[in-house]
């Protein structure tokens, strides 16, 4: 499962750039006149990242921040690798970013530390590459909670598809790992057929569509992103007649990861069970946090935050691991959700 493919990036490519700009710029003799925060926005197909950005927005005027206009890379490596670049020649004291390819980010971040700027990467763990603060989630116990929360709706029995993201990804395969290692431990009497998409709707809809076509006893779906494949699921699931309320015969069960407000309307309304949700509030709010403190060179050590989290130690940096709670019909309406007061 952990073999993926690598895409080199250049090496030095920032510090080129970092040097053509103190030319240019005339030097760096005034860091307070310079936007301290620079951020690169991941993705916009999925509503869990639209509503994370609208939420950066919110805070980077509650914080009152001084950031340099935002770059988006749209889940593209090479697009993500030059922004990240791009933001780097204006001197910003740390930069807020999120890598889809976790496994590439050697060279980019090493740059960024040579050049003293600061990286804060958001729901991603850059795999090498000094961080100076990840904030994201367990992504292991999302899968375990997803399998313990399928294995018991069906009994322990049945068939299960699983919607994976890209598995070039942290969250991709450590969502897997923790879904598969779970289904194994505790319900060896249910079929997992994986089904990698690389995070693409489209893709998850036409190979859900083959799985069902082959598995007429499929009684159970994981998806791992719902902001990128709960409507293509559902939308497959109505157009074949097996979209069936929660509690009826016939009801595929599904849980989902994100907690986005549409995953929440989904479980009360029955076609859909339970999610695990992501807090795209608390991503802004701390990732901007922590961009600020490095900026003012401010150091955390590992444990307990005032923020019912924890930090832990990573090989290259830290990580603050936010709570995810699983999302079914008994608390969806919970008001401390996200979801319940999403940004609009």
């Not at 699931?237 to 009826?248: D, E, I, M, N, V």
């Not at 989904?266 to 509030?281: F, H, L, Y």
């Not at 600020?292 to 603050?320: M, Y």
Request: hydrophobic share 35%.
């Amino acid at each position: 499962m952990k073999s993926r493919t690598i895409r080199t990036t250049c090496t030095g490519c920032i510090a080129v750039l970092l040097a053509g700009c103190l030319t240019a710029c005339g030097g760096t003799d005034d860091p307070g006149a310079r936007p301290q925060i620079g951020i690169d926005i991941p993705r916009a197909d999925s509503d869990f990242w639209k509503a994370y950005a609208k939420y950066l927005q919110q805070e980077i005027n509650d914080q009152q921040l001084s950031v340099l206009p935002p770059t988006r890379s749209n889940g593209d490596d090479a697009t993500f690798t030059a922004n990240v670049q791009s933001l780097a020649a204006r001197h910003p004291k740390s930069i807020v970013m999120a890598p889809q390819n976790t496994m590439t980010t050697d060279s980019t971040l090493s740059e960024l530390f040579r050049a003293n700027i600061h990286t804060i990467s958001v729901d991603t763990e850059p795999e090498h590459g000094s961080v100076y603060m990840v904030v994201r989630t367990d992504n292991k116990t999302y899968g375990t909670k997803a399998c313990e929360f399928l294995g018991k709706q069906l009994g322990g029995k049945g068939k299960v598809a699983e919607l994976q993201g890209a598995l070039t990804s942290i969250n991709g395969y450590e969502r897997s790992e923790g879904f598969a290692a779970c289904m194994k431990r505790n319900y060896p009497g249910i079929q997992v057929i994986a089904l990698p998409t690389d995070w693409k709707g489209d893709v998850a809809s036409a190979k859900l569509q083959s799985t069902l076509a082959a598995n007429r006893d499929l009684n159970g779906i994981y998806l791992q992103a719902g902001g990128v494949f709960l409507q293509p699921t559902l939308d497959l699931l109505r157009q074949k007649g097996l979209l069936k309320p929660a509690g009826q015969p016939g009801h595929i069960t599904i849980v989902s990861n994100d907690g986005i407000p549409q995953e929440f309307d989904a479980i009360r309304k029955g076609d859909i069970d339970a999610t695990v949700s992501q807090p795209a509030d608390l991503y802004a709010k701390y990732a901007l946090y922590y961009a600020k403190a490095a900026a003012e060179g401010r150091k955390f050590q590992p444990g307990p935050t005032d923020h019912q989290s924890t930090i832990i130690t990573l090989p290259n940096g830290l990580e603050d691991q936010l709570p995810a709670p699983l999302v079914t019909k008994e608390n969806v309406d919970d008001p401390s959700l996200w979801a319940n007061h999403a940004a609009g």
